[in-house]
């Protein structure tokens, strides 16, 4: 059962990889980003270029840390192993405390219908996780990343004064509205609200303190003391190794709710391809996306997804 919840833990902390898609600051206030813009700000989905438009699966996944840097073309290349200092290069110099951070984020199918020209509803769902750790001295750091065990830390004592690390993964059901709410020539203000369902699927966090370490050999360190605090959600009591994902993902577990508010200032001279249905007839919003400044007001409230914690034995020396 130990096994399992770590599994579970390891999949909330490290839920992303040095990738990343779907997610364009730019593509999502364009009148073309249809059901993808709505999650960034619900205003957007007002005034798009689609009648409908339906996501059948996409995925934004994410990292970041503040040890490790890549050199661009490694990530792309074929070779088999990567080499430290040359494809990636660890920051064993550094004086500050190491951290990491990554997120995913699942759309499954998802869609948007203009009602008007005007105005658009969309449905959304995903299904999300997030997990950040660190906290470690970079001398910690060095010790686990450079080709651990390595014999050139033996019989050296390692200490770290603070750590720690914590994930959650969810289910999102999102119901939106927006709504051109003014139109007088070259400027536009859009307004639109998403309303969330969210189920709690996992939860998981730990915290060490006052950790203190010998590394003796390459197979034997003594662990001289430490405190550690360490949690999860209970519903990680009842799955098994033989679980299937189907099995575990349980959208309505955990209840919560969330929305999101958004307002967006629009300046678009010579109408940029817009007007009115009747008015175009079939050449009602035509293939015309000319780039202007504008402003974008999102505002998250979110009421949370209650998990229920069973708290583990909370100190361990």
């Known amino acids: 059962m130990l096994t399992n919840r770590l599994r579970y833990l390891v999949i909330c902390l490290l839920t992303a990889v040095s990738a990343q898609a779907q997610v364009f600051n730019g593509y999502h206030t364009s009148h073309f980003a249809g ?13 798009t270029r689609y009648k409908w438009d339906v996501n ?16 661009k073309a490694s990530l792309l290349s074929s070779q088999e192993k990567m080499v430290r200092n040359v494809d990636y290069i660890p920051d064993t110099n550094a004086t500050r405390r190491q951290y990491g951070w990554g997120s995913a984020d699942i759309m499954l199918p998802s869609v948007l219908f203009s009602i008007d020209e005007r105005q658009s509803v969309a449905f959304t769902w995903r299904v999300r996780g997030s997990g950040n750790a660190g906290g470690v001295e970079t001398n910690v750091a060095n010790f686990f990343a450079l080709n651990y065990p390595n014999p050139r830390f033996t019989n050296r004592n390692f200490s770290a004064e603070y750590a720690s690390g914590t994930g959650h993964a969810w289910n999102e059901f999102a119901f939106s509205y927006a709504r051109v709410i003014k139109d007088e020539g070259d400027h536009r203000w859009k307004a639109g609200i998403t309303l969330k369902y969210l189920g709690g699927q996992a939860s998981a966090y730990t915290t060490v303190r006052d950790a203190s370490f010998t590394f003796n050999t390459t197979e034997l360190a003594d662990i001289n003391s430490a405190k550690v605090y360490y949690a999860y959600n209970e519903e990680l009591d009842e799955t098994t190794s033989d679980d299937s994902w ?57 009421a949370g997804s209650p998990i229920a914690r069973r708290p583990l034995p909370p100190t361990w020396t």
């Open 56 to 71: 059948i699966i996409g995925a934004d996944v994410k990292a970041g840390n503040t040890y490790y840097s890549f050199v």
């Open 246 to 302: 189907s099995s575990v993902y349980k959208p309505f577990q955990n209840p919560g709710i969330g929305a999101d508010i958004g307002i967006v200032y629009e300046w678009r001279p010579d109408n940029d391809g817009f007007g009115s249905m009747q008015e175009g007839g079939p050449d009602w919003n035509p293939d015309a996306d000319t780039g202007k400044p504008g402003l974008a007001f999102p505002y998250l409230i979110s």
């Open 35 to 47: 059901v993808h813009a709505v999650p960034f700000n619900p205003a957007l989905a007002a005034g």
